[in-house]
């Protein structure tokens, strides 16, 4: 069985600091993509890596792929309440693992809370 | 353009009871995955439909099913429902065949399936 282990699993912090979120695993994958999930409604797309290396920025967050491919990690700069959520870095496996080849393997997510 | 459209909303079963739940893909998107997320955890992928065909199946019983129709709208189906079976189903959709590198996923808001 295939895992991605997110941490940490819970975060709380001050509005203005900066954090780091990390998604590991033993796994090569083809391509990993991190989401934002908001209480009662769908994964909402941040980004998707795809080379070993990529760097990827989008306003406070930064993102980045391992050169492996096999880890990523998520990092905001002055972190907003507006950032409150839950974070889920989900890779695409390279093998065809039990036919589910192409799909998304899941982490448990980092709940991230920032108080104003 | 509308985003992926999932129905119902919420619905609550009692055990014993039979569910479909039904998913719009992105106009112009030919495949569609099912996932399962139980409070607390990342989501867990149960099947992918692409040009009508089942590419890939999760490890979940026989009690659940899919299809995909002729203009790409998928619907799963749950039998004899369980106490657990009670979680947030989420429906993606995405352009390319199941493997591609890149390819994109973009999830539904989801329907919230209690079973009592």
């Known amino acids: 069985t295939q895992l991605l282990e997110q941490s940490p699993q819970f975060l709380s912090i001050q509005e203005g600091e900066n954090l780091t979120v990390y998604c590991n695993s033993s796994s090569v994958f083809s391509s990993l993509q991190w989401y934002r999930q908001e209480p009662g409604e769908g994964p909402v797309l941040l980004v998707t890596v795809v080379t070993g290396g990529e760097v990827k920025k989008l306003k406070r967050l930064t993102f980045q792929f391992g050169d492996a491919r096999k880890d990523s990690s998520l990092h905001i700069t002055a972190a907003q309440p507006g950032d409150t959520g839950l974070y889920l870095c989900a890779g695409v496996d390279v093998r065809n693992y039990g036919g589910s080849q192409g799909n998304l393997i899941f982490g448990k997510g980092t709940k991230l809370s920032v108080k104003p | 353009d509308a985003g992926v459209t999932q129905s119902p909303t919420h619905l609550i079963k009692t055990r014993g009871q039979h569910v479909t739940l039904r998913c719009s893909p992105i106009?112009?998107?030919?495949?569609v995955s099912w996932y399962q997320q139980v409070l607390g955890q990342g989501p867990q992928f149960i099947f992918q439909y692409y040009e009508k065909e089942e590419r890939g199946r999760g490890n979940f019983p026989d009690r659940f099913s899919a299809r995909q129709f002729p203009n790409y709208s998928s619907e799963l189906n749950v039998n004899a429902l369980l106490l657990g079976d009670s979680a947030l189903y989420l429906c993606?959709?995405?352009?390319?065949?199941?493997?591609?590198?890149?390819?994109?996923?973009?999830f539904g808001e989801g329907s919230w399936l209690t079973v009592v």
């Open positions: 106009s112009g998107h030919k495949s």
């Open positions: 993606a959709s995405s352009l390319a065949s199941p493997g591609s590198t890149g390819n994109t996923i973009y």
